[in-house]
């Protein structure tokens, strides 16, 4: 007797579906059959959560558990929406809507509004900072570009955390909201002309799209009914980065039932500051006391040794540890040794790690797959330099290139004009410090963070380098910085298809590369200098894990014990080193040498002597010349005059400034040292191997003349 086709289609459907399960690992098969809710998934890094969270949406789909019409998988990005629904197409699970929090909302409300309130849904805002200004200025408060900016974070934290303009000042302080901009309550008052100035204009913002869903399906009865009737299995990702107000909405969503699949990792939860409350994804099992907790663990992204680093840096986060913590298990062969490296200072360091690349280049690794990563925008410029001075193209994350901020470009205006209508007398370096006060800047950092801070630290960043600068080149003025900065802008926005990515640590989440350097990793930056709380320390810990598990084959962490050449060596690495046993040291580090070799590995490197008088040589100008300045110069002024004659017709062929090519120190070095071959011209400061390729033969031609 035959089976029945309904019966035969059912076992070819249960067939296809046990096929799905295959090719995952056995925590990734218990998500993908984990069909009924509730279900929490804590995933670690690299761990595959996407792959088992649409495996599991598909499996259910084919074994009929799921109509794929009422399932609705929640993303906090389009971009991770977009590649959920492809997973799910070439999974055979058509028809599964995967939406970020704000699309989901947007489509109910607009649906929805025009049945219960009789009008369409007032019209979206397309910038929040128009509105800011009128409602700043109705409450008599100047505000200016990055002011903006911290407001409309303020704005969006307090509509997303469930706080009113009358609670702000209150409630802002105990959840660390210090701005440098404005005071709690000059917020609160800003805040509240802000709704009346929405209210009056008929405009809503973002986050007024998720309270007005909200208030749809709490207020209406049938509203609420309709939209589970059409939902009936929910997904959540990144569940550690949703907010009270999301998290409202999901409660209304799921209206006291239980079918819901959460994943995420307390370990990644970097965006506190933008309202994200990680205790929804800590403490789901005990809201859910029937809930089916799952581990991933086997980390199939990174090398044994990498993910080593990674438990490390987190086992040392308390006494009752980060709950809900996964260990991770790393699935691939050995790799080399993630290395740890110190340098005297933030240029040293952005020398040795452009030279590192230039030799991973070199060797075949493509630059799309290294990366770069920092923990504020301002840190990028030397590494944008130092890569740039080797011609080797990158690519700013999520950030505008150093000379293309705002502040920058006002900073330069401001400058140039200050040359054009006379330099007056000074330092150059205090000329500088003097324009730049006239803008806001102030020696000392404003307190508190948001767009301020960031703009005072690119600010700071044009001081030290414009200190460095004047240092390196004693005789320059104004003028002559000008001509350096447009340089360094020139050779840095030249456009490029593809190159090695510079990225902060936030933004790096979620993306990965071959190779990975962590740079910039003292005390007083990470964690950074206003982390105050322990909580805020840990958030900065569970960063800088983020940016170590970004690698996948080599990982490079290093950090400098000054800012400045010259400087006085006082930062230590990250305290987040400590449980792997690395310690700083006042010394500074050899060159970096990507390896497999274990530890840091540091050789001395002496304060150069005076050849003359055997004195430590610890300012810039002397240690070019390689004596000190008051000692007795033993220059073959023939010599000096025929290289400055040189240098002129050279700097006139290459349409740039002659101190570009060798300065005026560095001319003087070689007309006194008299060297006969590149070994001895490499001795001298101020020429390395690239000035040597370049320069060398001609000037060694002239000395042996």
């Known amino acids: 007797m035959s089976q029945p086709v309904s019966d035969i289609t059912q076992v070819v459907a249960a067939r296809s579906a046990d096929a799905l399960l295959e090719a995952l690992d056995p925590e990734q098969r218990a998500v993908a059959t984990a069909l009924h809710g509730p279900v929490v998934v804590m995933a670690g890094a690299g761990t595959g959560k996407t792959r088992a969270i649409t495996h599991r949406i598909a499996y259910g789909v084919r074994t009929g558990t799921y109509d794929p019409a009422r399932v609705l998988a929640v993303t906090f990005t389009q971009r991770a929406a977009g590649e959920m629904r492809g997973r799910l197409a070439q999974l055979g699970a058509d028809g599964v809507q995967a939406r970020t929090f704000h699309s989901a909302a947007l489509r109910q409300a607009r ?70 901009a404005f005071d709690p309550a000059t917020i609160a008052r800003i805040f509240a002309a802000y709704e009346d100035v929405k209210l009056e204009r008929g405009r809503i913002d973002l986050e007024d799209v998720l309270l007005c869903a909200v208030a749809l399906l709490a207020e209406d009865e049938r509203v609420a009914a309709e939209i589970r009737r059409q939902y009936r299995t929910f997904v959540v990702d990144e569940y550690q980065d949703v907010s009270p107000l999301q998290q409202s909405l999901l409660d209304l969503w799921l209206g006291g039932r239980g079918d819901v699949c959460v994943v995420g990792d307390p370990a990644q939860t970097i965006y506190s500051w933008a309202g994200a409350d990680p205790e929804n994804l800590v403490r789901f099992a005990s809201r859910h006391d029937d809930a089916t907790v799952i581990k991933l663990v086997r980390d199939y992204r990174s090398t044994p040794q990498i993910v080593d680093v990674a438990n490390k840096i987190l086992d040392s986060t308390g006494p009752a540890g980060l709950p809900g913590r996964v260990t991770l298990r790393s699935q691939r062969d050995a790799g080399p040794t993630p290395t740890y490296r110190e340098y005297p200072d933030e240029v040293a360091e952005a020398d040795a790690v452009a030279r590192a690349i230039a030799k991973l280049r070199d060797s075949g ?158 005390e007083g930056t990470l964690p950074i200098s206003y982390a105050q709380t322990p909580a805020q320390v840990e958030e900065e810990r569970r960063l800088f894990y983020v940016g170590v598990t970004r690698a996948k084959d080599q990982l490079a962490i290093s950090w400098s014990t000054s800012r400045s050449p010259g400087g006085r060596g006082q930062r230590g690495p990250t305290r987040f080193l400590d449980t792997l046993g690395v310690r700083g040291s006042s010394r500074p580090a050899s060159d970096w040498q990507p390896s497999a070799r274990t530890g840091r590995e540091r050789t001395e490197k002496p304060i150069p002597k005076c050849r003359v008088c055997g004195r430590g040589l610890l300012d810039a100008g002397a240690r070019k010349l390689g004596r000190c300045e008051d000692c007795p110069s033993t220059m073959d002024q023939k010599l000096y005059d025929a290289l400055f004659e040189w240098r002129a017709e050279k700097a006139e062929e290459e349409r740039m400034p002659a101190f570009v090519i060798f300065t005026d120190a560095t001319l003087t070095a070689i007309a006194e040292l008299r060297p006969t071959d590149e070994r001895e011209l490499l001795r001298i400061p101020g020429i390395g191997r690239t000035k040597l390729q370049k320069y060398g033969e001609p000037v060694l031609n002239i000395c042996t003349r």
């Open 365 to 522: 690794t493509a630059l799309r797959d290294i990366a770069i990563l920092f923990r504020t925008n301002a840190q990028s410029e030397n590494f944008e330099q130092a890569l740039a001075e080797r011609s080797i193209p990158a690519v700013l994350k999520g950030a505008e290139r150093f000379f293309e901020r705002p502040e920058i470009r006002q900073a330069a205006m401001l400058l140039r004009g200050q040359a054009k209508a006379g330099e007056p007398g000074g330092d150059l370096a205090e000329v500088v410090r003097g324009v730049l006060a006239g803008a806001g800047w102030t020696p000392e950092p404003p307190k508190g963070k948001g767009a301020v801070r960031d703009r005072w630290e690119s600010l700071s960043a044009l001081v030290t380098m414009t200190s460095d600068y004047a240092a390196a080149h004693p005789e320059a003025g104004l003028a002559e910085l000008m001509t350096e900065l447009d340089r360094r802008a020139a050779i840095q926005h030249a456009p490029l298809a593809e190159g090695v990515t510079l990225a902060t640590l936030h933004t790096a989440k979620g993306l990965e590369w071959g190779c990975v350097f962590i740079v910039g990793a003292h």
């Open 111 to 180: 649906w929805f509004w025009p049945k219960v309130y009789k009008s369409e849904l007032p019209p979206i805002a397309d910038r929040k900072f128009p509105l800011l200004t009128e409602a700043a200025s109705r409450c008599r408060v100047r505000v200016d570009t990055p002011g903006l900016r911290d407001l409309a974070g303020e704005v969006e934290w307090a509509k997303v955390s469930n706080v009113r303009p009358d609670d702000y000042a209150k409630l802002a302080p105990t959840s660390g909201r210090t701005l440098a």
